[in-house]
């Protein structure tokens, strides 16, 4: 099996910063970090080719320096890594960043062997717009799985998956034909630690380097800003809330602690109950 996962440099959100008089995000001297649920992709993609072989190659679309990362990335056990970087990408949006992944994971089809997974997280914690996977599916014509929580199983030569994938109503079991775009969801797995001989192995290895022509685009109007009809308006930092906690003391059993949770609740928000009442009586 080929198995691609596409992975994106972010900067650690636990130290973003929004700038007070422009309100743009400030990256300097914020440290960069695998985006963490494209950890819970690398993770499945590694188990798929311990259990059935093959290739894991990781692709990412980024500024140089996404490099590191990449190779960050390789130490959990990947065979190889390539990075798409290019001025022209600058300023994409999730239409542009897709066509840009879709026609490298074209090209590495081409170099490597057509892969029959594409593994994606399910969001970024930058972004969270969720748009990125479902848009390189739809480009490349591969059948796609969103959010899923579980692997049930894979047959390589029958080309067929099935997976568990959650959904509003509960948890759906879904069974598909190869190739396919899965964007993993988080606590589906725990991140492997790397070995040693990993290490060593992605601190030597030379990562793919391609430019937008490397990488077969041909129309650059698609990439980048021009490519992007997306317009960021704003971004701003929420304010602090207002209202306080509410202690709710505890009673003698669980039952009454509920009670006494629900009656709280109803009573800070008069109308959910008269909602919830609606609802059932829909059923």
Partial sequence: ????????????????????????????????????????????????????????????????????????????????????????????????????????????????????????????????????????????GLLQLTYVSRIVSVDPDAGLIEVERRAEGGIQQLRTRLPCLITMLEGSNAIRRGTMADALKAARAQVVIWTAAEAGIADLTRCGLRGSPTVVKRVFAPGARSDAARMIEPAPTARDSADALIDAIFSAQPALEADIAAAQAAL
Wanted: aromatic share 6%; with cysteine; glycine share 8%.
């Fill in 1 to 140: 099996m080929h198995i691609v996962v596409c992975i994106k440099q972010v900067p650690d959100s636990a130290q973003i910063r929004v700038h007070p008089v422009t309100n743009t995000i400030m990256r300097q001297g914020v440290p960069t970090i695998v985006n963490p649920y494209d950890l819970f992709a690398i993770e499945e993609a590694l188990r798929l080719r311990d259990a059935h072989g093959g290739s894991v190659t990781l692709v990412s679309m980024g500024p140089p320096n996404a490099e590191d990362t990449l190779r960050k990335a390789l130490a959990f056990g990947a065979d190889r890594a390539v990075l798409l970087t290019d001025r022209y990408f600058a300023g994409s949006d999730t239409l542009a960043t897709s066509f840009a992944l879709a026609s490298a994971i074209h090209k590495i089809g081409a170099t490597y062997g057509a892969p029959d997974i594409v593994f994606t997280g399910k969001q970024t914690i930058d972004g969270d717009t969720a748009q990125v996977g479902p848009g390189i599916a739809k480009r490349l």
